[in-house]
């Protein structure tokens, strides 16, 4: 396959429109179609089932969208990794993305760890929105990253386990629920007048409800001490908190487990150093 049919076949694919896809991809309908079909006629598999009205993967197609993403991935993680180290003069640094807000006591114990190190290379740290590092990780905007299970995937990536712990209701200090030792998530979520905040999804846009649309965690913290929202936060969020704000553990909670993860096939020595650092800790 090329990489041209397979940007072809997943912009279909998502898109679920051979016209929108086209206008996606800046080309005519009737290429695309054509282009889809030889593609089907190669693999010996039908990837879409086809109306008048509607497309629908098949399961061929689902694996194809799956895989396709990948390879695409790879490919711009190497082009984007290939020009960066062309770029630096001498070692490049090393990018380490994690979500903005999380395991900021952790973070900066790894960094200060692996700078005591002999030869450690420079770190570049990127903060970002919630589900962005994993996808920043696949694309070669980074070399490695802090992730949290269960909330991102690690699938196709190498990783250790760095803390594994529980979750806490953030209401507003003096709110009556934290008096409480103890709450569960249906306690959480039928609060009235604190609803849970709507993260962005992958495509960037919020799904339905009563919360409110927050983009990182300062919002979110804000929101709550204002007294319009409350949240679940993994407990070690304690360490952010100010003023105006209480936490309150939730039995029910699923534990989050925080890793490092990197791709499978690198072989960056000051990276496996960094690993090895993290580890320790």
Not at 77 to 100: I, S
Not at 231 to 245: H, I, K, M, N, Y
Request: glycine share 8%; net charge neutral.
């Amino acid at each position: 396959m090329e990489t041209r049919e397979l940007r072809y076949f997943v912009a279909v694919a998502e898109e679920l429109h051979f016209g929108r896809a086209a206008d996606r991809l800046g080309i005519a309908q009737p290429p695309l179609s054509r282009a889809i079909q030889r593609l089907e006629r190669r693999l010996g598999a039908t990837l879409l089932d086809r109306t008048n009205r509607t497309i629908a993967l098949t399961e061929a197609g689902a694996v194809l969208l799956r895989e396709g993403r990948a390879a695409l991935d790879a490919i711009e993680a190497a082009d984007r990794r290939t020009r960066r180290a062309a770029a630096a003069a001498g070692r490049p640094p090393l990018v380490l993305v994690t979500k903005a807000g999380a395991s900021g006591e952790l973070l900066a114990k790894l960094l200060d760890a692996y700078a005591a190190e002999p030869g450690a290379a420079a770190v570049d740290v990127v903060l970002c929105g919630p589900g962005e590092q994993e996808r920043m990780l696949r694309d070669g905007r980074a070399d490695v990253a802090l992730l949290h299970t269960p909330f991102d995937s690690t699938a196709g990536l190498d990783t250790e386990e760095l803390l594994t712990e529980g979750q806490v209701a953030v209401l507003p200090a003096g709110h009556p629920l934290t008096t409480r030792p103890h709450l569960r998530v249906a306690d959480v979520a039928a609060l009235p007048g604190l609803p849970l905040p709507r993260w962005p999804r992958s495509d960037g846009t919020y799904s339905d409800g009563p919360g409110p649309r927050v983009r990182d965690h300062v919002q979110l913290l804000q929101l709550i001490a204002l007294g319009r929202a409350s949240a679940v936060l993994p407990e070690s969020c304690r360490t952010q908190l100010g003023d105006g704000l209480a936490t309150v553990p939730v039995l029910d909670a699923p534990t989050v487990t925080t890793v490092i993860a990197w791709p499978p096939h690198s072989r960056s020595l000051p990276l496996a150093d960094l690993v090895r650092t993290a580890t320790r800790l």
